[in-house]
């Protein structure tokens, strides 16, 4: 792969939001992940810049066999005390996606829930996350859009990346996931209530895809 730019001063971001007491968006899992992953038979799934764990642990809880990555060493251990909390076990590996070790068509579904990656690496790592999804796999995604910008604009408390190249649109998830039956792929306005950075309106890309 390609060198990222998911350099110190990025992995210092982050460790530094989780390492306070309090869960930066919250213990309790993502709405959007939550309707459409009670939709999907209980197998094996990948939680890619999982932070914290909650939307991790609530995939233990339903069943699954859950895998998550994210480049913080303080998300990850917030994420096993809330498994810990839970009843539940999380695998959960700190680093870059390319130094994982993921195999090919391991997961039958993977949850791509605001996992705002580099700009320069986000198509990648889309394409590189497919390889690990077996065939009639699910994608669940939703993340901020270009329009988040003037959300942001209005209320910095919606959060979300200030780059319009870190944002998504429809376009960009079609070409990503071209191998793909859309289920959904929408833009809308959500109210997000998560935690102590994800307030108030935001637009979002919700989509839902099966691999062909």
């Given at each position: 792969?390609?060198?990222?730019n998911l350099n110190d001063s990025w992995t210092s971001r982050w460790n530094?939001?989780?390492?306070?007491?309090?869960?930066?968006?919250?213990?309790?899992?993502?709405?959007?992940?939550?309707?459409?992953?009670?939709?999907?038979?209980?197998?094996k799934i990948l939680f890619p810049a999982e932070g914290e764990g909650r939307n991790a642990v609530f995939a233990a809880k339903l069943g699954w066999n859950v895998s998550a990555f994210d480049i913080s060493s303080e998300g990850k251990s917030k994420a096993l005390k809330l498994a810990e909390k839970n009843?539940?076990?999380?695998?959960?590996?700190?680093?870059?996606?390319?130094?994982?070790?993921?195999?090919?068509?391991?997961?039958?579904?993977?949850?791509?829930?605001?996992a705002h990656f580099p700009a320069n690496i986000k198509s990648l790592y889309h394409k590189t996350f497919d390889k690990y999804l077996k065939k009639g796999g699910t994608i669940i995604f939703e993340a901020f859009s270009k329009n988040h910008l003037e959300y942001i604009a209005a209320n910095e408390k919606v959060g979300g990346p200030k780059d319009i190249e870190s944002l998504f649109s429809t376009d960009e998830i079609k070409s990503d996931f071209a191998?793909?039956?859309?289920?959904e792929l929408l833009e809308t306005e959500i109210e997000l209530k998560e935690g102590i950075f994800h307030n108030g309106k935001g637009s979002v890309i919700r989509f839902v895809g099966r691999k062909k």
């Open positions: 792969m390609s060198e990222t530094e939001r989780y390492s306070n007491e309090g869960f930066a968006y919250g213990e309790e899992p993502n709405n959007y992940l939550k309707e459409e992953l009670t939709k999907l038979p209980v197998g009843n539940v076990s999380i695998d959960y590996q700190v680093g870059e996606l390319q130094t994982l070790n993921f195999e090919s068509e391991q997961f039958d579904a993977i949850a791509l829930i605001y191998n793909y039956e859309i289920i």
